[in-house]
T-cell receptor, first 115, second 108 residues
């Protein structure tokens, strides 16, 4: 199993550009989530999904969109990048549907720089 | 609302013990603990469930006081490999919310 994979590993954007961060898992996990990590702020939840076709907002959803058309994939879209979105983004998944009580498996992260 | 961790940072000599605390203003169903090495993804250490069930690591233990809405992580006889940032996470309304982290440095 590859576990949780994220692409790209590193990206530079200009203000106003859009892009999609990819996240995929091959463990048949129903629960998936996106976090951003900034110095001194810990991990903050952006969006999460309890299964295909179901998504909801986390603590810091503004400026980001998600969709979940399959169990395996959970892409994160930046609609119009801003310097404040410079961060490291982690995708995570777990086997528990309806609640993130189980072990979270994190992807390796995407480092995003917005100029 | 993020749980609060203390201390924010701690430096230990190899072999010493450490305690990291996590508290929440909301009622807790479960508490997660993760460790993150610099430049890497967080890695699962332990989950503590309401009612006392504990899953996790052999050499690292934790407690969960449901009434006080607090959890503590105990690292005994610390090893160099314990260095990293420790995060607690609390679960509510289908969301796992992490604290701001405790940076642990172990020196030889």
């Amino acid at each position: 199993n590859a576990g949780v994979t994220q692409t790209p590993k590193f990206q530079v954007l200009k203000t106003g550009q859009s892009m999609t961060l990819q996240c995929a898992q091959d463990m048949n996990h129903e629960y998936m989530s996106w976090y951003r990590q900034d110095p001194g702020m810990g991990l903050r939840l952006i969006h999460y999904s309890v299964g295909a076709g179901i998504t909801d907002q986390g603590e810091v959803p503004n400026g980001y969109n998600v969709s979940r058309s399959t169990t395996e994939d959970f892409p994160l879209r930046l609609l119009s990048a801003a310097p404040s979105q410079t961060s490291v983004y982690f995708c995570a998944s777990s086997s528990q549907a309806g609640g993130p009580v189980e072990t979270q498996y994190f992807g390796p992260g995407t480092r995003l720089l917005v100029l | 609302q993020q749980p609060v961790q203390s201390p924010q940072a701690v430096i230990l000599r190899e072999g010493e013990d450490a305690v990291i605390n996590c508290s929440s203003s909301k009622a807790l169903y479960s508490v997660h603990w993760y460790r993150q090495k610099h430049g890497e993804a967080p890695v699962f250490l332990m989950i503590l469930l309401k009612g006392g069930e504990q899953k996790g690591h052999e050499k690292i233990s934790a407690s969960f006081n449901e009434k006080k809405q607090q959890s503590s992580l105990y690292l005994t006889a610390s090893q160099l490999s314990y260095s990293g940032t420790y995060f607690c996470g609390t679960v509510g309304n289908e969301k796992l919310t992490f604290g701001t982290g405790t940076r642990l440095t172990i020196i030889p």
